[in-house]
């Protein structure tokens, strides 16, 4: 069965993303395009995984988790998990590399960690998330697939931030497939790899712009949906019955301005997961209720059909009139 994908996605925590693109708007941009398997790829960080995975599963859609790694030559790089988790200890160890720095959002950008309901837990503000990182892009690479990642060099063929402006070549690594913008991407950069298309969504309206579509078991999907169903009703049950453990609600203000003030001072400016309290629930429940196995299958089974070829760019989608294209109809 073929399926719609956009791999490449960056919420509000990005710096140079607009403050709009909370997870819950993003994932209502990719109901309208019709995404079916929908990636968040924040810079150098997944602290808004937790969130991004419960949106995804309220409405329908099969989350991945990723992070756009920025190595020290600023060749861009995608890994990508199969779950939020994951996604999250990565992003922790990831943040060891980001070179300490204080922030002004005036100056570098909003970063904002946010709840469900999009509310702010974070804004880190002794680290800039669009620093270039203190190792390679092989080193990051490696790393990366040793973490069970699935790895993309970034819009290969873009005139910055690739490994064509910035290396001129494709270095050898363990990717499984490479990201390009173009229809037509130098084969010297592409290697023998699976050729894709994403987004690279920096605001809400270029979310689906750029989709691919690849071949999946029908069956690990359907399996996927309905775990990723039974979390939805377990989160909606606890949001309704135990909300205040989720995520804290400023209690009414005689102002306006007093309700501002009281969100800010409960505001972390911590840029790692565990020194987020607001996070740890989140957290927490997704332990208990993600489903772990149902991704990994689909995860792996996502691996395999790039390492097959078993998925076309935008610009290659199957012809009408071939078997893979009558696949596609039949999905509609």
Not at 81 to 108: C, G, H, I, K, N
Not at 131 to 142: G, H, I, V, W
Not at 288 to 304: D, G, K, M, S
Request: net charge negative; aromatic share 10%.
């Amino acid at each position: 069965m073929l399926y719609t994908f956009d791999f490449h996605n960056h919420s509000c925590l990005s710096p140079c993303a607009s403050l709009e693109a909370s997870p819950s708007e993003m994932v209502e941009w990719a109901i309208k395009k019709r995404i079916d398997l929908f990636a968040l790829t924040d810079h150098n960080s997944a602290l808004n995984s937790p969130a991004f995975g419960i949106e995804c599963a309220n409405a329908g859609i099969i989350p991945l988790f990723g992070i756009e790694l920025n190595p020290f030559e600023e060749a861009h790089l995608l890994a990508i998990f199969s779950d939020p988790l994951t996604a999250l200890r990565f992003s922790d160890w990831v943040f060891e590399y980001l070179p300490a720095m204080r922030v002004d959002p005036l100056q570098f950008g909003d970063q904002v960690v946010v709840d469900p309901l999009g509310q702010i837990l974070s804004m880190p503000s002794s680290i800039w998330y669009g620093s270039s990182l203190k190792e390679s892009f092989t080193f990051f690479a490696q790393e990366a697939a040793k973490a069970g990642a699935i790895v993309i060099p970034a819009h290969i063929d873009r005139p910055h931030f690739s490994v064509y402006s910035q290396l001129g070549f494709l270095p050898q690594g363990p990717y499984d497939a490479v990201e390009a913008m173009s229809p037509n991407p130098d084969p010297t950069l592409c290697g023998d790899f699976c050729v894709i298309s994403n987004s690279d969504a920096h605001v809400l309206e270029h979310i689906g712009r750029r989709p691919s579509i690849i071949e999946l078991d029908e069956k690990k999907v359907i399996d996927m949906h309905a775990a990723l169903s039974k979390m939805a009703e377990a989160w909606f049950r606890g949001l309704w019955t135990n909300q205040a453990n989720i995520s804290a609600s400023s209690p009414e203000k005689e102002s306006e301005e007093d309700s501002e003030e009281d969100i800010q001072d409960q505001t972390s400016e911590a840029g790692l997961s565990i020194e987020i309290p607001g996070l740890l629930p989140i957290i927490s429940f997704l332990e208990e209720w993600y489903p772990f196995a149902e991704a990994q299958a689909l995860f792996e089974n996502i691996r395999q059909s790039l390492h097959k070829q078993k998925a076309w760019s935008i610009y290659k989608k199957p012809k009408p009139g071939s078997l893979i294209h009558a696949s596609a109809e039949k999905k509609k």
